[in-house]
């Protein structure tokens, strides 16, 4: 079969996974298509219905939550319940970890993740996205999440889905980034590109520029560094679309930087938006497995220890070139 013609099912089943076996990494995509598919299919209609806006209630992080995000956690819920070999579920949406079945026995995986990424787009047709990170429990395991509560590093898989134009899946087991497009006409994501190669070196940033003052005074200047127009390092373009799972889709393709610096607190510290176990962890995953870097602007992401299931870190991902620098210009002190 050409790659033009291969099913992401057909390339799971007969590509390597460095980290997994590849029949649990078949089972557990095989139920992450499927909650694409749904979603996909879903936000493309969502304008004709009654499923926009706020559903009044805030989450965790004390955000407002949108229906959307409330219902694409539901599709997630919907989709493990009963599925060998998925016993525990960890969500933006949800405080505690849902453990289908404490007493499963290895091999068994948690899959973290965020439903919906980027829902301020929600309502005027923007891009979205969906974000999953996959480790195995211990052999026996209970409900707590020691076990979770590990860095990157232990991920044995990760990917996100993108809902642009075109529904497209990325994902790494540890053997590379491969990337599928969703064929509406015959129901199943197609091999796009694989073992992509992030450029080393980009020509974009996204940033939320409008929180600059709130930046440590060196990611200031690294920001005014990259925009001060001196020659083709210093000439950055401004690309963000308010959802991180579609500014990363364009490091990754095109080389760049997507940065979400820490704001500074009162304390003097600063304090990082994104949360680590289900948005920066499993992208830094495929940052890496692409040749790229994801750092938390003193140190690789995938090393950080998460002190408890939402924490938040700041992010500098992408390029090699574009992190080594915000690394070298002490970006967060
Ligand atoms: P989520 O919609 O899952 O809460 O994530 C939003 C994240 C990320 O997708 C995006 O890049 C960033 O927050 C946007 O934040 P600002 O609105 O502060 O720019
Ligand atoms: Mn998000
Ligand atoms: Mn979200």
Known sequence: ????????????????SARLD?????????????????????????SLGDDLGYTGETNVQGEQTKKLDRWTNEVFLDAFAHHHPVCSLVSEEMEEALHLNPECRAPSYAILFDPLDGS???????????????????????????????PGTEQVAAGYILYGPGTQLVYTAGAGVDIFTLDHRRGAFMLWREGIKMPPRGAAYAVNQGNFVK????????????????DKTTSYALRYTGAFA????????????Y???GEATPAGQTKGKLRLLYELAPMAMIAEQAGGKASNGKGRIMEVLPGSLHDRQPIYIGSAAEVELAEQMKVEG
Not at 246 to 256: K, N, Q, V, W
Request: charged residues 20%; glycine residues 8%.
């Open 215 to 230: 930046f440590h005074p060196n990611a200031r200047k690294f920001i005014e560094h990259l925009t001060s127009r001196k």
């Open 259 to 261: 940065l979400y610096p």
């Open 246 to 257: 579609a500014d990363f889709h364009r490091c990754l393709l095109e080389g760049g930087l």
């Open 120 to 150: 301020s787009n929600t309502d005027v047709n923007g891009s979205l996205g969906t974000i999953f990170s996959i480790r195995k429990r211990t052999g026996v395991h209970s409900s707590e999440v020691a076990d979770i509560l590990q």
């Open 22 to 46: 590849s029949s649990d990494l078949s089972l557990i995509l095989e139920r992450i298509e499927h909650v694409a598919k749904r979603i996909s299919g879903a936000l493309a209609h969502s």
């Open 1 to 16: 079969m050409g790659i033009r013609g291969t099913t992401l099912s057909h390339h799971v089943a007969t590509r390597r």
